[in-house]
Nanobody, 123 residues
Framework: QVQLVETGGGLVQAGGSLRLSCAAS??????MGWFREAPGKEREFVAA????????YYADSLKGRFTISRDNAKNPMYLQMNSLKPEDAADYYC??????????????????WGQGTQVTVSS
């Protein structure tokens, strides 16, 4: 059974940092990513990583503040979020696919999803 479990969300003040983790089990993946969904908005791409080789991709607006990484030995994928802003508040979702996803920013390209973890940023 495939399972993606996100942890690390919470409340942080603007300017602060959080690190999200995504633990995957049940199979191996070629592409993993993070998406976020704020109330009343569509789910949007945050970042993605290729498990083999470690190539990373970011939403243009988040480059420089967010860093995606993975730990091959221990499985988890991480999202380090720095200099958080109130507009970063959202539910953050881990996504994964066993294939080399081409449309890496499209949520529909990913087969598996976690339940999400909430990030709240106070101003």
């Amino acid at each position: 059974q495939v399972q993606l479990v996100e942890t690390g969300g919470g409340l942080v003040q603007a300017g602060g940092s959080l690190r999200l983790s995504c633990a995957a089990s049940g199979r191996t993946f070629s592409t993993m990513g993070w998406f976020r969904e704020a109330p009343g908005k569509e789910r949007e791409f945050v970042a993605a990583i290729r498990w083999s080789g470690g190539a990373t991709y970011y939403a243009d607006s988040l480059k420089g503040r967010f860093t995606i990484s993975r730990d091959n030995a221990k499985n988890p994928m991480y999202l380090q979020m720095n200099s958080l802003k109130p507009e970063d508040a959202a539910d953050y979702y881990c996504a994964a696919d066993p294939s080399f996803v081409l449309s890496i920013t499209r949520a529909r390209a990913y087969m598996y999803w976690g339940q999400g973890t909430q990030v709240t940023v106070s101003s």
